[in-house]
């Protein structure tokens, strides 16, 4: 069922193995090795047809410049901030409060509401379109910041509460006996025992969450007209002309579009894996 380490002395299938494996990330890595390379390429070396060849004529200052100089990219990457960073923030803490109560307090209905959260997960955001357009219409949220944030948390918090109530679970049930026989309230057991413990699942799902919000292009499009209000995203497919593109520009916006969440990773890669690994090994 899983993979079998290589043994030492099958040397053949370990080089093989490294090879394909060397291959297959270079093939992964080739459309973003595209990109950088068009970022910093002139307009005239883009003109001549020098795509996939080494730049005759660098420009990265230039192209870089032109992506805050010439496009209103500057104003989506504020607005894509002004998203993100709010939904990263309700989801943390609504999946937390969430989580804890499913994880450590048995009521009638426990399991069926965790069981919703869980089913939420499933269902494709695609067939939600319509409905959550028109809810946005009818709340006259429609073409504002606040519509993506609160679809964005709405639809983030099941899969948000079932890491987190996974992982909360997995905690020492003295813990909390100590606590409350200390007299602390159920409010104080979850500031000062639960998060602190919780910090690397709260990490690993901050940059999850992140990445995912950040990167959304779909509801991006549904739910946004004007310039005021576009995220990053639906921002790059803006930059593309009707009859001609700069390709060196738009791919210059693309890398500084990627940044901040491969920042944003290599900041609290040390929470990371150990938020992923010991948050969902115990149901």
Not at 5 to 19: D, F, G, I, Q, V
Not at 78 to 88: A, D, F, G, K, M
Not at 147 to 157: K, P
């Amino acid at each position: 069922m899983f993979p079998r380490s290589l043994p030492e002395n099958a040397r053949t299938h370990r080089l093989l193995y490294a090879t394909s494996t060397v291959v297959v990330l270079l093939l992964w890595l080739l459309p973003l090795l595209a990109v950088v390379l068009t970022s910093v390429r002139s307009s005239e070396d883009i003109g001549l047809g020098n795509l996939w060849g080494m730049p005759t004529e660098i420009a990265i200052i230039e192209n870089y410049t032109n992506v805050f100089t010439r496009t209103p990219m500057a104003r989506y990457f504020l607005n894509s901030l002004l998203i993100t960073v709010p939904s990263v923030v309700f989801v943390l803490i609504l999946s937390t409060l969430a989580g804890f109560v499913l994880a450590k307090y048995r009521f009638p209905g426990n399991m069926v509401i965790f069981a919703m959260f869980i089913g939420g997960n499933f269902l494709p955001a695609q067939i939600m379109m319509i409905p959550v357009r028109d809810f946005m219409v009818m709340l006259d949220l429609f073409d504002t910041m606040t519509a993506l944030v609160i679809f964005h948390v709405a639809f983030q918090t099941g899969f948000a509460t079932l890491f987190m109530r996974n992982f909360i679970a997995a905690l020492p049930d003295e813990l909390f006996q100590a606590a409350r026989a200390e007299g602390a309230t159920p409010w104080q057991v979850l500031i000062h025992v639960v998060v602190p413990l919780v910090r690397p699942a709260l990490a690993a799902l901050a940059i999850l969450t992140f990445t995912f919000v950040w990167n959304d292009y779909f509801w991006a499009v549904v739910l946004t007209l004007s310039d005021t209000v576009k995220p990053v995203t639906a921002g790059l497919a803006t930059l593309k002309g009707q009859y001609v593109s700069a390709w060196n520009t738009i791919s210059a916006a693309t890398v500084i579009v990627a940044v901040p969440p491969v920042v944003m990773f290599f900041l609290m890669q040390r929470h990371f894996v150990s938020g992923l690994t010991v948050g969902a090994v115990k149901g």
